[in-house]
Structures are given as structure tokens and as C-alpha cells.
């Protein structure tokens, strides 16, 4: 009794404990999800009016785009440029807001595309461009519609078409992909021209609007002119005042709006072989060259001493590299060429065999997966009277592909051997690296003299020895000019050359590097005055030196000062020469010219419509006075873009074409219309309010 008693009188006591207690739980944990939602909050490369692109979303639609990128620079026989990445990165951001901001316009209009307007753009009456330039034959230019059916049909239904395991849906399902992102793409387009259709609809010029776009256009006017330029008086005379400076600034700043920017300094080194790099090269290649002039295993001595590998196949000698085609028109089999060194690279052929044989063959086919159990009762079909074309829906069939003895990298040495080596014209079986196929030739073109050529090629390149001596060197000098200040003290005397230049967050390359992101997305995280680690950009070393941060806002006026004050100072001698030799009362172009010590010149074919003059550049001065002065009539001086001028109308032809409506209409709403798609996102981009984050992750 006497503790319960005890433990009530402390009873005040315990309550504040015990809510201290549960306040730091709340407190704490709130805390700790506040620290979780401020991670995710981060976790985005942009929020676009409240909408945010996350950047696991953003990185699959990079991915997707990459992938797509590489496929098709593969079937060209190319690599993807280097530095391709951030202009990737760059571009899906862009679709993205825009998809955003399209979007909300459209949901906001109700404007849709219903399935059946679907269907029609992908595969009806109406196909859409972008499907159609998938599905055009690109020798005949035809559009293969049958061919568009029998991809859809795959791509939607792979398991009724054979691709019935896991790794025959997944080799089938970059292209399924790559479908539901077309026919995507086809919905937005579709939806997007709606929206400006609507809004082309919405700007119709009225009969004032056609009445004056006539009367602009239809008069054109031939001059006489004379003109003192601005330079005829030296800067030197006119006084510009601090005062002026800003008030022309505050005129014309609207127009120099910057986002933030950042100045860095960098240290590009290149990764260069070394002398004792070339001299270890000549060493081997000496070594060497008469082993492989005389070796009988060519493909394995080049397997295991060329840096090109040995491409087995017979090559027509009119398409070979000009060196290697000399070598060759005069060549005996086994016969080896002199090294010859060019472009730090060692190359040495040997001429392996020669023949009489077609370029390319043309041929047909139908595809089945690997192992097929119907392909030979397919092919008995065919070669007792089947229809081919019967057949091409159901596998895959294809009604042209040329080919050459050269392209077996990407589809097999051994289909191509086999192709290369049928005389007739009958159907016949062929593996290549993607499955087994039912192959008929088609046609060959005419035989032509080919050779199989062995490479042995050797290339310098830098040494790890001449990385490390590189990096090692870049690395200490940083250490010891750590700072932005100290950055060029001691560049020249280090052999190192400094180059400056202001970055925005969006861009993607420095003045002799491609792609240098890494670069300028650690000046846009870093504090001013911060020095770089060493990045590898462009097969040099680079490190960079925050110099300055530039705010968002206006291009500031000291960086805009010369051309303000030019701006002025041509208004102040257009005011004095206008003044001038108005004070002298001239009635004659003749007289102008002897004032403005200058001569009497010419320019024709002026209208309104254009402010561009040939012979004299953009002077809407001159295009918006000459349509309407009356013939031999003196007008000026006049302020111009490049001095004051005084002209006289010496003719003007006045279009004999009748007042149309409908034509004027037509030639406004062609104007309106290209203004409306060319505007139309930097319009919602401008209005719309975005949060561009990528520069913290990309």
C-alpha cells in the first residue's frame, strides 16, 4: 500500500516522462521516415507540374532507347558513335516532360484515339509513316504490307508461332517490345496532331488578316539607295554613360536569360603510346612477319598475334580497302606483302586463295527454330510443288535478301558457305546463327574475280605502363594545385594546357571532348573552388577545377557591356547623322551621296513580306517603307540596321493576280499551322513548371 501511494504522489512526474518518452519515439521515427522520404523525394531526375520521373524509370527508357540505337547501327555494320550516351540520356528526358505536359492537355481537352483509329494507323487503310518506313522494301521502295501482318502476328502470339520455350520468347522479345512502344508512339502522334489540329482550327484569320497578307506580298519594289554606315563615325566620339548601359540593358534582357551555369577550368591529358610503346610493336612485328609469311595455320597465327581477326571468306577485290586491292591484282597465292606502318598500326597481307564467283546472291526464305521437326516435311512440300507464298506466313518466310560472302559475322560461315556453294535454283536446307531455314536463290549477279586475304595486323597502343606513368603524373600535379585558384599556376612548366569554359546542366560535351557528363555533372555537385578526381573521357585522362558559379537569371550586363554599348552608340550616330543631314536641306539622291561620302547603290525585288534584301541582308527598314514610297520620291534618312539610309522607289511591280480568299486562307493557315507544331512544346515547357534534377544522377 504505502508504494502504491508512493508511486500516485509521483503520479505528475511519470506522465512527463513517460511523454517525453513517447514524444522521442514519434519524433525519432518521424525522423526516420522523413530521412526515407527525403531519400525518395531525391530519387528522380525530374518533376514536371507535380508529375515526377523517377529514375528507375528513367534508366529502363534509356535502356530501351540504347538497345534500339545499337540494333540498328548494327544492321548498318556500325558501332554506336562514342559519346552517344548522354545525347541518349538527353533525348528520353525530352520525350518524357513532353509526354508529361502532352498529356495533361490532352486529358484536360478529352482529346483520344479510339482502338479502331488504333487499328487503321497500324494495320488498315491509314498505316501511319512510322510503321510504314519499318515495312518498306528499301530496293523497290514499296511498302510490305503482308510482311507487317506477319510480324504483328508473331510479336503479339509468339507461342502460336513456335516460340513456345524460354529461349525462344526471349529472342523474340526485344521486337515485341519494340512494337507496344510503336504503336505507342503512333497513339501520342495521332493524339498530338488532333491537338494541333484544334488549335489550328481555333487561330482562323479573318478578312482584314487575308485583305492585308495581300496586300503585303503583292508589291514589290526596286531602289536606288545610299548609305552611311554606323562606322563612318568613330566609337571613340560617341560618350556611352554607365546609366545608358542599364537602361538599354533592362530593354533588351528578356532576351539573354540563362539557366544556371558553371565555369570550370580543365586539364585534358591523351592517352598516347609512349617510345618504348612504338619500339616494343616494331619488335614483335619484325619478329614475326616472316613466320606469318611462311606459317601453314594462318587463322591460328592470326588468332593469336593480329589485332583483327581472320575473316574466312572470299572478298570481290574491286570492293577491297585500295592498298590491300594492289596488293592482290598482282599477288600469287601464299604470297605475303611488305609491312607497311601508317597511322600508329603495322599491317601485312597474304594472298590465301582467289576464284570466279557472283558478288551477292539474291534468295528466299522461310525460318524455323533451331532443331525444327517440320522443316523437312515443309521443304519436301516445296519441292514437290507447294506455293511459297502460302507458306511465308506461317514461317517467317522473307521474298528477297541479297547476300555477300562477307557478311557470314552475322549470319553464320556456315550458311553462307552453303548458299555460295548451290548451283541451282532449287529449295535447300541452311543453318544460320538464329535457327534453320528453307533457302531458294533467287538470282546471282555476275561472276566477278574475289580472293581470300589474310590480315596480320598489329596496332600501338599504350602500355598499362604508359596508363599509370600518364595518370600518376595528372594525379600529383592535381594534388599539389587543389584548388580552382591554384589550378594553372603551374600548368605550362608541367606541360599541361588549362581550358575554360561555362557549362549548363544540359550539356553533354567540352570543347575537344565528346562526351565529358561525367565532367560537368561533378561541376554541377560540386562547391566552388573543388577539384576533380581524374576522369577517363575520350581515351585521355581529364581533371577540372569549379571556377565559378553562375545563377540563374540574366546574362549579366558586364558580359553583355560591348554589344550594349555598340547598340547605343549606333543609336547616338544614327540621331547625329539623321540631324545632320537633314540640317542641309539635300533634295537629291546624288547630293545625299556626296553628304554621306558614299555612293549610290541598288537593290530590287523589295516587299513587305520580306525583310531580307539581297545584296544588302535584314533591314525591315527598307521592307517596310519601299512597298508603299511613291516612284522618284527621296525618303530619309531613315534608321537601319547597319547605318542611316536615304533611298528613292526607281520601280515596283504590283502582282496582276486577283484577291483570292481562299488561297490567301490557305497560305495563312499553312503559316499558322507551321508556327503552332514548331511552337507547340516550347509554348507548354515555358508555362509549365519543371524541376530538372537529372544532373544529379546523369
Known sequence: MATLNKIRSKAGLLVVIIGVALLAFIVGDFLNSGHTFYAMNQNKVAVVNGTNIGVEEFQERVKVRTDELQQMYAQRGMNMPEGYVSRINQEVYDQMVNEILLNEELDELGIVVSKEELADLLSGDNISPQVRQYFTNPQTGEFDRQGLLNFMQVVLDPEAHGYNTPELLAQIEPQRQMWLRLEQQVKQDRAVQKFANLLNRAIMPNKLDLENSFEDSKTSANIAY???????????TVAVSESELKAQYNKVKESYKIPERRSIKYIKVDIV?????YAKAKEKVEMNQSVFAQTDDVAAFIANNSDESYDDAFVAISSMPEKMKSFVQTASINESSPMEFENDTYTMYRLMDTKMAPDSIKV???????????IDSVLNVLNNGGNFADLSAKYNGNDEIWLTENMASGVGRAFINKVFSESGNGYFKAESLGGEHIVQILSRTAPVKKAKVAAYVVTVNPSTDTHTALY????SYSATNNTAEKF????KDAGYTVNSYECSAEDYSLPGLNDARQAIRWAFNADKGDVSEIFTIDNSFVIAALDNVVKEGYTPLEQLKDMLAMQVRNDKKAEKIIADLKAKNLNSLAGYAEAMEAKVDSAK?????????AGVGYEPVLSGLAPTAENGKLVGPVKGMRGVYVFSVTDKTVSEQPFNAQTESQKLQQ??????????MEVLRDKADIENTMIRFF
Open 226 to 236: 545610299v548609305l552611311q554606315p554606323y562606322t563612318s563615325i568613330a566609337d571613340s
Open 273 to 277: 603510346p609512349s617510345e618504348a610503346d
Open 364 to 374: 528466299r526464305l522461310l525460318s524455323f527454330q533451331p532443331r525444327s521437326t517440320e
Open 472 to 475: 600518376n603524373q595528372l594525379s
Open 488 to 491: 594553372d599556376a603551374g600548368a
Open 605 to 613: 525585288f523589295i516587299s513587305f513580306s520580306s525583310p531580307s534584301i
Open 671 to 680: 503559316n499558322y499551322s507551321y508556327l503552332i507544331n514548331s511552337r507547340l
